[in-house]
């Protein structure tokens, strides 16, 4: 299967992403914000990364950037459970313009998720084992 980069500040859905997708063989190391994502794909870059966009320290935003800058061929999926309503701006459309393969929002399903990692991942040239 893949190996997954999994950037999640809230502890509990880090927590059951992780589940979800090791229980069906992924690869998956888990950072609680963009740096430490970014530090990790830095270390050893991955077949995906799944990223939340608002968080402390680096957000998703600039963890698709700056991940994308290392790798331009990164793969990344971004998922935001904050809403356009307040501030008026709309985080899964930027995701997508910074270069996210996919946006979802949140709370989105582990198994639709799953299908969304096998669609990218189906789709790239090569996948490796890491």
Same mark, same amino acid.
């Given at each position: 299967?893949?190996?997954?980069? &999994? /950037?999640?500040?809230? =502890?509990?859905?880090? /927590?059951?992403? *992780?589940?979800?997708?090791?229980?069906?063989?992924?690869? @998956? =190391?888990?950072?609680?914000?963009?740096? *430490?994502?970014?530090?990790?794909?830095?270390?050893?870059?991955?077949?995906? @990364?799944?990223?939340?966009?608002?968080?402390? @320290?680096?957000?998703?935003?600039?963890?698709?950037?700056?991940? &994308?800058?290392?790798? %331009?061929?990164?793969?990344?999926? #971004?998922?935001?459970?904050?809403?356009?309503?307040?501030?008026?701006?709309?985080?899964?459309?930027?995701?997508?313009?910074?270069?996210?393969?996919?946006?979802?929002?949140?709370?989105?399903? @582990? =198994?639709?998720?799953?299908?969304? /990692?096998?669609? &990218?991942?189906?789709?790239? %040239? *090569?996948?490796?084992? #890491?």
């Amino acid at each position: 299967m893949a190996s997954i980069i &999994l /950037i999640e500040d809230e =502890r509990p859905i880090r /927590i059951a992403l *992780e589940r979800g997708l090791t229980s069906v063989g992924h690869k @998956v =190391r888990c950072a609680a914000n963009g740096q *430490e994502g970014l530090d990790m794909y830095q270390a050893t870059a991955a077949d995906l @990364v799944i990223t939340d966009i608002v968080m402390p @320290v680096m957000d998703g935003l600039e963890a698709i950037q700056a991940i &994308l800058a290392l790798d %331009p061929q990164a793969t990344i999926i #971004a998922m935001s459970g904050s809403s356009s309503g307040s501030t008026g701006y709309d985080y899964l459309t930027a995701a997508r313009k910074f270069g996210a393969a996919r946006t979802l929002p949140k709370p989105t399903g @582990v =198994r639709v998720l799953r299908e969304i /990692i096998e669609e &990218l991942l189906a789709a790239k %040239p *090569e996948t490796s084992t #890491a």
